[in-house]
């Protein structure tokens, strides 16, 4: 059973910088691609940024790009969403999630696709 656990969340002023991170238990971490999602209140769910399992190739929303940073470490079988020059709008739940093996960067960006997530990690931004 695959278990993720995100920390790192909290609140940061506009303009700063925020490190996720998210922990994958119960798999080989390297056999699975990872995302990030957000929701804020009263929103849809939205992709933020993916990492591939075989090649890490990445992929971002256009809302993110240049300000959001996905990285993994395969040693400690974690994903980080580093998030610097932070707005307002960045406001919401953050979520990580898994799904075992290769796949687009197109489905990547599904949040539908993906079978495992996290609790989700409360991050807010103020003005």
């Known amino acids: 059973q695959v278990q993720l656990v995100e920390s790192g969340g909290g609140l940061v002023q506009a303009g700063g910088s925020l490190r996720l991170s998210c922990a994958l238990s119960g798999r080989t971490f390297i056999s699975y691609s990872m995302g990030w999602f957000r929701q804020a209140p009263g929103k849809e769910r939205e992709f933020v940024a993916a990492?591939?399992?075989?090649?890490?190739?990445?992929s971002y929303a256009d809302s993110v790009k240049g300000r959001f940073t996905i990285s993994r470490d395969i040693a400690k079988n974690a994903v980080f969403l580093q998030m610097n020059s932070v707005k307002p709008e960045d406001t919401a739940v953050y979520s990580c999630?898994?799904?075992?093996?290769?796949?687009?960067?197109?489905?990547?960006?599904?949040?539908?696709?993906?079978?495992?997530w996290g609790q989700g990690t409360q991050v807010t931004v103020s003005s």
């Open positions: 990492i591939r399992s075989i090649d890490a190739v990445t």
């Open positions: 999630a898994a799904r075992p093996g290769h796949a687009t960067l197109q489905i990547l960006a599904r949040a539908n696709d993906y079978g495992y």
